[in-house]
């Protein structure tokens, strides 16, 4: 684990070029990217939700793609589509914006939710099917999409099954009065993305998917994601607790975490870290009794934590 640690530790020291006092948002990307997820960055205008984005891409020599959600954005924009090319008398397929390693989705709550559903496939399967063919896309696939929560004119909600979708739901927030003050002097004469070099390759990424997907998460462990997510759906403030699929992402999550600190295993500290971000947006409250982050804190607080010699 120690050559993943040592890669993943370059590309945030690369992404920190660029992004000022970010380091624990830029490891938490670099962790879902480890992981096999996606991320959805979530806060108001000028907060580097995209440069955030274009300097992931920036550090990775695979392709990228930027699509700007709109209302009038169609599915097959998305997708691709077949064109009937009228001298062969055949229909060619044309590759939408979805075919690239990391694709960033900015506003994706801007598209209307037909649009949205067009990523539904592609970020579980990582296949795209069109008229009954099917096309992979290019490993690792990556998707970080962005939203406004502060603007709701002409944007439309993302459904349950999309949030689900979103290994981690993050936050960039304000900078500090120093970490400002550097923005403004760092961006000034020149864009530092414009100059930033590649640090690590497609084919790095695929062996850091496999070599963190070989973590071991002890069953005891597995136990207690199991028991966090079953009280969150027996909370009498929950309509909606966290899924087995945001389970599994908290496991892939973990394992994500302890690569990057250099371990070959997950201790309950992990989970605990991660639970802000891999479990709130997944959640869907009755009343206004509690915030999602209340019933993911009152989880830990009551859920027994293992103990066992293994995690010390």
Not at 163 to 185: A, C, H, N, S
Not at 287 to 295: L, V
Request: proline share 7%; glycine share 8%.
């Amino acid at each position: 684990m120690e050559q993943v640690k040592e890669k993943l530790q370059a590309v945030r020291t690369s992404m920190e070029r660029v992004m000022v006092g970010k380091t624990a948002e830029i490891e938490l990307v670099l962790i879902a990217l480890a992981a096999g997820g996606h991320v959805l960055l979530e806060d108001v205008p000028g907060t580097g939700k995209t440069t955030l984005a274009k300097t992931l891409a920036a550090s990775i020599s695979g392709t990228f793609k930027r699509i700007q959600f709109t209302p009038d954005l169609l599915p097959t924009d998305l997708t691709g589509l077949n064109v009937y090319n009228p001298k062969t008398g055949d229909f060619t397929f044309r590759k939408g914006g979805l075919f690239t390693h990391i694709l960033l989705a900015d506003e994706i709550n801007r598209a209307t939710p037909r649009t949205q559903s067009g990523l539904l496939e592609c970020m579980e399967e990582r296949q795209i099917t069109i008229d009954g063919e099917t096309y992979p896309l290019p490993p690792p696939y990556f998707v970080i999409a962005t939203q406004n929560p502060v603007e709701t004119q002409g944007t439309f909600p993302l459904p349950e099954a999309q949030l689900d979708r979103f290994l981690m739901q993050l936050k960039i927030g304000y900078p500090t009065r120093g970490g400002e003050t550097e923005i403004i002097q760092r961006f000034l004469s020149n864009n530092p993305l414009e100059a930033l070099p590649p640090v690590s390759t497609t084919e790095d990424w695929v062996n850091i998917q496999k070599a963190v997907a070989t973590v071991t998460v002890h069953p005891d462990l597995c136990g207690y994601i199991a028991n966090l997510t079953d009280y969150t759906r027996n909370h009498d403030d929950v309509a909606l607790g966290i899924s087995p699929r945001g389970a599994l992402a908290m496991a892939k999550s973990a394992q994500g975490y302890a690569a990057l600190q250099g371990r070959d295993f997950v201790r309950p500290e992990d989970i605990k870290y991660l639970a802000p971000f891999v479990w709130p947006h997944r959640l869907l409250l009755r009343g206004r009794n509690y915030n999602k982050s209340q019933i993911i804190e009152e989880a830990m607080s009551k859920v027994p934590v293992p103990t066992e010699d293994m995690f010390t």
